[in-house]
């Protein structure tokens, strides 16, 4: 029964590890990827907006995904509705990404990242 429980304990451990680790952002010719093992991909052709905004949007409920207090990861209902995180609430800012079908609001701790990606996508949307 020992060892059930070391387990159990040793994979917990694992999944908080594994979903603090800052998500890969990736701008290839006509997409956007988010995430490390379970990669999310955007088409360049259905972003039909992308703000950049110092906070999240307000009545976050999460669906599924991670939510660690300053890490929110995965389907969130919102004031503006269904939303996908990808997110580090210490390190602003957002940056919010609508597509014909999703809201996405995504960031890095390096800020400046963030900022460089909302610039070239930016120039990539029609």
């Known amino acids: 029964m020992g060892w059930l429980l070391g387990t159990i304990f040793l994979l917990v ?5 594994i979903s603090s680790i800052p998500p890969k952002l990736k701008i290839s010719a006509n997409r956007l990827t ?7 991909h ?6 039909k907006s992308i703000e950049l905004k110092s906070g999240l949007p ?3 409920r999460r669906r599924w995904g991670h939510d ?15 939303v996908e995180l990808s997110t580090y609430l210490e390190y602003p ?3 919010y990404i609508k597509t014909d079908k ?3 609001v995504i960031n890095n701790p390096d800020k400046e990242l963030t900022k460089r990606l909302y610039e070239r996508l930016k120039s990539n949307i029609h």
């Open 13 to 17: 451990i694992a999944i908080v590890a």
């Open 102 to 104: 999703d809201l996405w």
């Open 58 to 60: 307000g009545d976050l």
């Open 93 to 95: 800012p957002f940056l």
């Open 42 to 47: 955007i088409s360049i052709d259905q972003i």
């Open 34 to 40: 988010i995430g490390r093992l379970f990669q999310k």
């Open 68 to 82: 660690s207090g300053d890490i929110k990861k995965g389907s969130f209902y919102s004031e503006l509705g269904p």
